[in-house]
């Protein structure tokens, strides 16, 4: 009998043993091996869910959000969700009462990670700091609320359509980042006019077509590169013909070059 891949295994994940948030604001640190995958469940709290690693996935309110680490995922109280990530990952929710979810919006969205997010984030996480006792980490709760719900919000970083032109398409390029069939060609593909499939991608994806699939090309990088690919090798599975294109299209949406990326995460995995 053949033995089953490991990294094909899906474990998973126990319910959060938390029924009363014991402070206005308090913080779940956890690390999720790869294929993880959560049950349907809800929270009497509002959650926002932070990630270091690989790319965390929600379904939520019918919607399946990504989030790579730059992105975090806001889930209103009592909306039902499960996750579920491919890669190792360093997980912290933040969990916040119904006091304070005035800050932020009434649906489930994405908002931008800042540096300082981050920063405090990894301050509590390694000081082991769940619930803010001291004044100092109450002013640094503040700050982390302030940063929070000043950021502009989108509803997906990679957004999916049922669209009878569409979905053929975003399956075939998910399944093959690096395909560079342009608009046209598809159109033809899909038996439709290269202005209409340009109208459906805005109307149903609210981006261009170059624009959405540059976003899977940026997430199925950040795959290669954790596994260590080096940054050319990387830019020339993606079509690139040289890396510095490359490096402006991750660090657009990363924060970071593709380098201080992969940097970044063997230092996180201790190597």
């Given amino acids: 009998m053949a033995k089953s891949d490991p990294q094909s295994v899906r474990h998973l994940h126990?319910?959060?043993?938390?029924?009363?948030?014991?402070?206005d604001v308090f913080m779940n640190y956890e690390e999720f091996l790869s294929n993880t995958e959560t049950r349907v469940h809800s929270h009497s709290w509002g959650q926002v869910q932070l990630i270091s690693?690989?790319?965390l996935e929600i379904d939520a309110e019918e919607t399946r959000f990504l989030a790579p680490p730059h992105l975090a995922i806001w889930i209103p109280a009592s909306v039902l969700h499960k996750s579920y990530n491919r890669k190792p990952i360093e997980y912290c929710s933040l969990n916040i009462s119904s006091e304070l979810m005035d800050l932020f919006p009434d649906k489930t969205s994405l908002m931008k990670v800042t540096p300082i997010v981050t920063a405090i984030i990894e301050d509590f996480r390694q000081r082991k700091i769940s619930v803010a006792e001291s004044e100092q980490d109450k002013r640094l709760i503040r700050v982390l609320l302030d940063q929070l719900s000043l950021q502009d919000v989108e509803q997906h970083f990679v957004p999916t359509s049922n669209h009878k032109y569409l979905a053929p398409i975003l399956n075939e390029v998910e399944g093959n980042p690096a395909d560079?069939?342009?608009l046209k060609q598809w159109a033809e593909r899909v038996h439709t006019t290269e202005r209409t499939l340009a109208r459906c991608c805005q109307t149903e994806l609210g981006m261009s077509f170059t624009e959405w699939r540059l976003r899977v090309r940026y997430l199925y990088s950040m795959e290669l590169l954790r596994g260590g690919c080096a940054v050319k090798e990387v830019a020339l599975t993606l079509g690139y013909h040289q890396a510095s294109p490359f490096?402006?299209?991750?660090?657009r949406y990363a924060g970071i070059t593709p380098e201080q990326y992969k940097n970044k995460c063997r230092f996180d995995r201790g190597c």
Avoid: N, S, V
């Fill in 247 to 251: 490096i402006t299209m991750f660090k």
């Fill in 53 to 55: 690693g690989g790319i």
């Fill in 14 to 23: 126990p319910k959060l043993a938390i029924d009363q948030a014991p402070a």
């Fill in 180 to 182: 560079d069939t342009g």
